[in-house]
């Protein structure tokens, strides 16, 4: 009896210590590359991705947008405590702002991840993030205004796709843009809608030519190419 009692004070105090479930509430990475872009979408098969009480925004092509972004950060902080560096891939459709806020706003599809405490964090709040089973990023001399090149591919298990910014310009130096405003991602679940708020600062931005392939398809577009510092709040 004594024995039982010593093993159930130390589970208590194990389950004591251990986080609470779907416990994260921010993230951000340092010196990051990311390529994104946007790729139109027919509106049937977009309406059928995103809960109806979202309304879908349209290009001028009068199609859905759907927006493909993969970055690559040296280090990673997860609530504060340090996280090793990797890449993230993100999937979503342009929406409007369900709370009525400025800026881009995304209802996400998929985002998938190398970093594994960011990906099991973030587990626990949707089956929407995902581990990567495979990922690359690769870019060129950063050169301020010199032609660059940037490929990266991310898969998992239900998401793939894979980015190739050739020719991209760099950027000349200029002034860091701080605290601007990002994406904002909006998800459903069972317990509640979640949002994932991004705030970014961005150094000198360029434009390319980006393909995108994922789900057997190839589209070609002018997508954003720049190296900048987000950071990720999560409310729910």
């Known amino acids: ?4 009692l010593v093993l159930l004070s130390a589970a208590c105090a194990t389950a004591q210590k251990a986080p609470p479930a779907a416990s ?6 340092t010196g990051c590359v990311e390529l994104a872009v946007i ?10 991705s995103v809960p109806a009480r979202y309304k879908l925004v349209y290009g001028q092509d009068g199609l859905a947008q759907m927006s493909f972004a993969i970055y690559r ?3 990673f902080a997860i609530d504060g405590a340090p996280a090793p560096g990797g890449i993230v891939g993100e999937n979503s459709l342009r929406v409007e702002p369900p709370d009525g806020s400025p800026g881009r706003h995304a209802y996400l599809l998929h985002h998938v991840t190398t970093v594994k405490p960011l990906s099991e964090a973030l587990r626990a709040v949707s089956d929407v993030f995902e581990p990567a089973l495979e990922a690359s990023f690769e870019v060129g001399p950063r050169t301020p205004g010199a032609v660059n090149t ?22 000349a130096d200029a002034p860091v843009e701080r605290n601007s405003k990002g994406v904002t991602f909006w998800l459903d679940r069972a317990a509640g809608q979640i949002k994932l708020d991004y705030s970014s600062q ?13 789900g057997g398809t ?6 954003a190419f720049l ?5 990720v709040v999560i409310t729910r």
Do not use: Q
Not at 24 to 29: L, V
Not at 202 to 214: A, E, H, K, M, Q
């Open 1 to 4: 009896m004594k024995h039982l």
């Open 24 to 29: 994260i509430s921010s993230y951000a990475g």
């Open 39 to 48: 790729r139109p979408v027919p509106l049937d098969t977009a309406r059928a």
């Open 73 to 75: 950060c040296d280090s």
């Open 150 to 171: 940037a490929r990266g591919s991310i898969r998992s298990a239900t998401f793939e796709a894979m980015w190739i910014g050739d020719p991209v310009k760099e950027p």
């Open 202 to 214: 961005i150094l000198p931005r360029s434009n390319g030519t980006i393909i995108v392939r994922s």
């Open 218 to 223: 190839d589209s070609t577009a002018t997508g």
């Open 227 to 231: 190296r900048f510092e987000p950071s």
